[in-house]
């Protein structure tokens, strides 16, 4: 079956870095994105990894290793509006986004 | 306006009501889905149109009927439906399907609660 697992809730303080990892197993692979949604908001893309290695995009960063079948989003210098929930998703061979439950991270001062 | 539109934001209705939901895209995409999140579980996908086609429609119960009459517009039909469909319904959008680094757009959402 296709499962995609992601921690249910983490916990980081302003100013620090904290690393949201995924696992993902689906039929195929289109790769693996991550999205950021703030509560009561619509989801927002943050990045997409088709080959393996970091991608680095300002604060955030995205790393994928498909022989592992794994992902991580790294966040660094940690705001306050980096609270949200973090959404890992994997594109499998049908190019449909198979969703893990998602992340809530909390930022503390 | 910009981005993708959802009406209405909230919605309360009972099992025997008729309702729908719309979505409006204005990013010239020829994509567009509808997803159900639930509180702590995976975005569910719905149903998927490109260029007004149905092409994706994942065993979702027929009190549910989607409709696209034409690219820029998604509606989500509901009628007899459950307390547990109460849900958060998401419409999106995206360039095209079958392209895997095209990202999805999505609106704010529909808050549905029946009673």
């Known amino acids: 079956g296709q499962n995609i697992d992601q921690p249910t809730e983490m916990t980081a303080t302003e100013g620090a870095i904290v690393q949201i990892n995924c696992t993902y197993q689906?039929?195929?692979?289109?790769?693996l994105f991550w999205y950021q949604q703030h509560a009561g908001e619509a989801p927002t893309f943050l990045s997409y990894?088709?080959l393996d290695g970091l991608e680095e995009k300002g604060r955030f960063s995205s790393f994928l290793s498909r022989s592992k079948g794994y992902s991580y989003l790294l966040l660094k210098e940690l705001q306050m509006k980096d609270s949200a929930s973090y959404l890992c998703?994997?594109?499998?061979?049908?190019?449909?986004?198979?969703w893990g439950a998602g992340t809530k991270l909390i930022i503390k001062p | 306006e910009t981005g993708v539109t959802q009406t209405p934001r909230h919605l309360v209705m009972g099992m025997t009501n008729k309702k729908s939901l719309k979505c409006e895209q204005h990013?010239?995409?020829?994509?567009m889905y509808w997803y159900k999140q639930s509180a702590k579980k995976p975005l569910e996908l719905m149903f998927v149109?490109?260029?007004?086609?149905?092409?994706e429609n994942n065993s979702v119960p027929s009190r549910f009927s989607p409709e696209c009459p034409n690219s820029s517009h998604l509606f989500l039909h509901l009628h007899t439906l459950q307390p547990e469909d109460s849900a958060l319904y998401l419409c999106?959008?995206?360039?095209?399907?079958?392209?895997?680094?095209?990202?999805?757009?999505f609106g704010p959402g529909t808050r549905l609660t029946v009673t």
């Open positions: 149109y490109s260029l007004e086609e149905r092409v």
């Open positions: 998703a994997s594109m499998d061979s049908n190019y449909q986004l198979i």
């Open positions: 990013l010239g995409h020829n994509a």
């Open positions: 999106a959008s995206s360039q095209d399907i079958g392209t895997p680094s095209y990202e999805q757009y």
């Open positions: 689906t039929s195929g692979f289109n790769g």
């Open positions: 990894n088709v």
